[in-house]
Each structure stands twice: as C-alpha cells, then as structure tokens.
C-alpha cells in the first residue's frame, strides 16, 4: 500500500445515485406474500420487485389516495 495516494485526475462515481441503502421496515406477511409469489413466478427476487414498484411510484410521483369508509 501507498503512503500516499492522487486524486488530482479523480471523477466521482456515475454509478453513485444508484446505489441502495439498507433500510428496516415494517410490512404486512401478506404484503411480503404476494410479492415472494409474483417472485416465483417471474424469477426476479421479492426484494428486487418490491424495489421497482417503489422506484415506480417515486419516478412517476404516485400520490396516495385513502378513504375512511
């Protein structure tokens, strides 16, 4: 290793604003089921789909509508 390193010519990352961050949350077991079948079926992991449905609705500003019935 190199006491010393030079970053005169570095670039950032392209790749950096598309790395993921490892979060903790709290889902329904029948949410998590619905994806591990979609998973099956498809061959994409659960976590992988449960990802692209929320990269879909912050790409596409999804507004949530509830209604107290």
């Given at each position: ?60 500003q999804k507004r949530l ?5």
């Amino acid at each position: 290793m190199k006491k010393e390193y030079d970053f005169e010519g570095a670039r950032k990352n392209p790749y950096a604003k598309h790395l993921k961050k490892q979060i903790t949350i709290n889902v329904d077991s029948n949410t998590i089921d619905f994806f591990k079948r979609q998973a099956a079926t498809s061959g994409v992991p659960y976590q992988t789909l449960i990802n692209l449905y929320l990269s879909d609705c912050a790409r596409n500003q999804k507004r949530l509508r509830m209604s107290w019935e």
